[in-house]
């Protein structure tokens, strides 16, 4: 139909080959009429410019109309009469929740994409995603949607649902593309574009192999392009995700329908947790909660802390715009247990965004820190220094209570482990195979292990049994052991008391840290292929070799985190002596410091479990559980979806199980089983996301049509979101304008002519 803009040069042609040619007759008379006549000639042929020019525009608006659906095909739309595959994208983070009126942006959204289905052709397929992280296709292969139901969801969009019969509402619940539209929940996560742009590329790619009857792809995001998914400078792999989102703009019709607004305010609890690492009845716990003011405003707000359900404290606070500021809270706990902690946010009637207004934590609060010593000196009398260093009281009482139990050197493999926090090696000489692997299945479970060296301990066997020596072993040593130091004077250097076991004696000289006498210790030194070396806490000042040195080991699988392994290269009895001088290799044991820093190594070791208990939106809900209750039922109690039931299968290396859907904010309890009490998650949203801040639409390519979402105040949904392409109307319009006005000019000039 293009060729026929040729026909654009017809006028000209006809105007050129009507032309009369003259034969020149001098005339008298003539010179007066030729002067009249070039007064006149300007005008005339100004007239016939116009003319001229209105013809020709006239055939080239008939041809385009008539070409018009090729040319929008070109454009990324199809022929006329062949049906759409639409693809729309949803926004998933949980800023979709924020509340401009009484309805939320994501429920705009799905109301939008309704109208979307509603104002489409008849014959046009439907494919949605739900833009999370990860991104989800939700409907993949093009779905269909009826004349009658496109009908009824127009109606529902002129009338506010108040018209439709009780027959029409159930043909709309029975189309399956609209339920699966009214079911969509909105995640409280954040949102991928990237992997948003890779679900529609592969729903693009199945659409043209398997159903080919489908002219071209339409793909729509509804969003509010928050800066956390859209600004390339913010996301992570931004530059390829710019990459991609241009080249399907490229190959597609790509609209990002906005249903944003400018400066929108909210407050959020970005954070809530305790700085201390062990939580027992006998002392109360620090609870510190931060409230941050994402917008431009001041805001007067009340934070309110409850606990197990029940409202126990408040605070109000004033917040300058973009300001942080930490509210402390103090809680004792009656009962041990796993205990629910929620720090809400209220009182300010500007903040929309609800989610973002809660933080909870999980805490396991104990009656005591359960600890073994593993005597490896014989008698019980030489364990009595650890004894009174750990329990110094023996009744309790201790703002930290420690329940001891004491095993002779060899008695590992009789008790069940995963019943202390704790266990404290008492120069124990070696270990079996058997032992080294129960230990380092304790530990990579969480377990907390502190070595005291001495006399007995026989390094080969350590750095062969605990250092990772046999083959599918772990290596649990921070440090390998070499041999025991030379007789000598040595004290002790706290290494500018930076670490936290050591901390507590800087400006306490007199405590006797300093006044330790030393005669022998064990040398430890870096591992040869060790990723890091971990800094001591503690070193011999003589010879700079570490004192006492820790690190977390890690877990079973890659990425987990298991306990802390502790290295003491000194006995903490009098037990071990030098064969020559007859001399105990330290007096450390009856000094004053003695005490503060066992007691700091138990608090360094044991593993307070926050860290698995309090996870992201997102993250899985992953714990263990003893051999005996394997191949049982786990409930889960998720605060969306309900109760759930998970099996725990028996495994060699522990019963481990996992819960991954963890899609919404609050606490979750695992119950297995009997009168156990359950134990309680807390998942919380990631915070990044309460940055309301929007991307300027002018930063997207210009190959993406923006369109605002709505029209007016009243806000109601833009018209033209989802219409058919339909410029060459227009250009029929303007061909039957240019006919009249070629009517109207040509009888005007002829007219003055006459």
Not at 379 to 401: M, V
Request: aromatic share 8%; glycine share 8%; hydrophobic share 40%.
């Amino acid at each position: 139909m293009l060729w026929w803009l040729a026909a654009a040069a017809a006028p000209l042609l006809i105007h050129l080959l009507s032309r009369r040619r003259y034969r020149e007759v001098p005339w008298a008379a003539a010179e007066y009429l030729l002067a009249a006549m070039q007064q006149s000639s300007r005008r005339l042929r100004a007239e016939q410019w116009l003319l001229l020019a209105i013809r020709t525009a006239t055939i080239v608006c008939i041809v385009i109309a008539v070409a018009g659906p090729y040319l929008e095909r070109l454009g990324g739309a199809t022929a006329a009469g062949q049906p759409l595959h639409k693809i729309l994208v949803i926004d998933g983070s949980f800023s979709m929740a924020y509340k401009p009126g009484d309805a939320s942006r994501f429920e705009q959204a799905k109301q939008l994409a309704r109208d979307i289905v509603a104002r489409s052709s008849q014959g046009d397929g439907f494919s949605l995603v739900l833009m999370t992280a990860p991104a989800r296709t939700i409907v993949g292969s093009p779905a269909l949607v009826s004349d009658e139901t496109r009908t009824m969801l127009d109606r529902l969009k002129r009338t506010s649902g108040q018209n439709l019969s009780p027959e029409e509402d159930l043909k709309l619940a029975d189309d399956d593309f609209l339920r699966e539209i009214h079911d969509l929940k909105l995640p409280h996560g954040g949102g991928d574009l990237a992997g948003a742009l890779d679900r529609v590329n592969e729903i693009i790619a199945a659409g043209h192999k398997e159903y080919p009857r489908f002219g071209a792809a339409e793909v729509y995001f509804i969003t509010d392009l928050g800066r956390t998914s859209w600004d390339s400078s913010k996301v992570a792999g931004g530059r390829a995700m710019s990459k991609q989102l241009l080249k399907l703009a490229g190959s597609t019709r790509l609209t990002v329908v906005d249903v944003g607004q400018e400066h929108s305010e909210n407050l959020a609890v970005v954070g809530l947790g305790s700085p201390q690492r062990i939580f027992t009845t006998k002392a109360p716990v620090e609870l510190a909660t931060q409230v941050r003011n994402f917008g431009d405003q001041a805001h007067h707000a009340r934070v309110e802390l409850s606990v197990d359900g029940q409202r126990a404290q408040e605070r109000t606070i004033d917040l300058e715009p973009q300001a942080r500021q930490t509210v402390t809270f103090t809680h004792q706990f009656d009962a041990p247990g796993d205990h629910a902690i929620e720090a809400t946010l209220s009182g300010d009637a500007s903040d929309s965004l609800e989610i973002d207004n809660h933080r909870w934590l999980s805490l396991s609060v104990k009656q005591a820190l359960e600890t073994l010593i593993v005597n490896g000196e014989g008698s019980r009398e030489h364990a009595r220094y650890l004894l009174n260093a750990l329990d110094p009281y023996r009744d309790g009482s201790a703002s930290l209570p420690v329940h001891v139990e004491q095993i002779a050197d060899g008695g590992l493999l009789e008790v069940e482990l995963r019943r202390f926090d704790c266990i404290i090696l008492s120069n124990v000489g070696q270990f079996t195979p058997a032992e080294g692997r129960l230990l380092a299945d304790y530990v990579q479970s969480g377990g907390g292990l502190v070595a005291f060296l001495g006399d007995r301990v026989d390094p080969q066997n350590y750095n062969l049994e605990l250092g990772g020596g046999r083959e599918k072993t772990p290596r649990l040593l921070p440090a390998q052991l070499d041999r025991p130091a030379d007789l000598g004077h040595y004290s002790f250097d706290p290494l500018g008391y930076k670490d936290l076991m050591v901390h507590e004696f800087q400006g306490n000289e007199r405590a006797g840290l300093l006044t330790t006498g030393v005669s022998r210790y064990f040398r430890l030194k870096a591992w040869k292929n060790a990723k890091q070396t971990p800094p001591p806490a503690l070193a011999i000042r003589e010879t700079g070799d570490p004192a006492i040195v820790g690190q977390q080991a890690e877990g079973k699988r890659p990425g987990e985190v298991g306990g802390r392994v502790i290295l003491v290269a000194l006995p903490a009895s009098f037990a071990a002596i030098d064969p020559i001088s007859k001399e105990p290799w330290s007096n450390w044991p009856i000094k004053n410091s003695f005490p503060p820093v066992v007691q700091n190594l138990l608090i360094a070791a044991v593993n307070s479990s926050i860290a698995e208990r309090n996870v992201l939106v997102g993250k899985p809900l992953e714990s263990a559980l003893p051999k005996a209750q394997a191949s049982n039922m786990l409930t889960v109690d998720d605060p969306g979806r309900g109760k759930q039931q998970i099996r725990v299968a028996a495994r060699e290396d522990g019963n481990r199980w996992s819960y991954p859907s963890t899609w919404l904010s609050g606490i979750y309890r695992a119950q297995f089983g009997g009168d156990q009490q359950p134990q309680l998650f807390a998942v919380n949203v990631d915070t990044a996301e309460s940055d309301l801040a929007k991307l300027d639409p002018r930063e997207l390519p210009e190959q993406i049509s923006v369109v605002p979402a709505w029209s007016d105040l009243d806000q109601r949904p833009a018209a033209s979101i989802g219409a058919r392409a339909g410029e060459h109307r227009w250009y029929l319009c303007a061909a039957l304008v240019l006919l009249l006005t070629e009517t109207v000019v040509t009888w005007w000039f002829g007219y003055r002519a006459s």
